[in-house]
Nanobody, 115 residues
């Protein structure tokens, strides 16, 4: 069983930055994709950014140039650096791991962008 634990959310003013972390309970080997999704109240859960085991990345158009997904293999941790935050970035952010045969979600961390 794999567990994902997010941290780093909080309240930030527009234009500010936050870094989210997703700690994976064990090292993942093979082909996999890790990603960040977000869900605002009353809306569906949407993809924010993904990072494959090969290192390729993909971002939602709304966050391109502002958000960066990265990983630290030694720490089994994936990060989402969020800069130039906007009120519309307010949501619960979820970490996701897809190994091809299994799918895992974290519990989510709240990000609120407000003055």
């Amino acid at each position: 069983q794999v567990q994902l634990v997010e941290s780093g959310g909080g309240l930030v003013q527009p234009g500010g930055s936050l870094r989210l972390s997703c700690a994976v309970s064990r090292r993942i080997v093979g082909i996999y994709t890790m990603g960040w999704y977000r869900q605002a109240p009353g809306k569906q859960r949407d993809l924010v950014a993904v990072l494959s085991s090969s290192g390729s990345t993909n971002y939602a158009d709304s966050v391109k140039g502002r958000f960066t997904i990265s990983r630290d293999n030694a720490k089994n941790t994936v990060y989402l650096q969020m800069n130039s935050l906007k009120p519309e970035d307010t949501a619960v952010y979820y970490c996701h791991l897809d190994t091809g045969s299994r799918s895992y979600w974290g519990q989510g961390t709240q990000v609120t962008v407000s003055s």
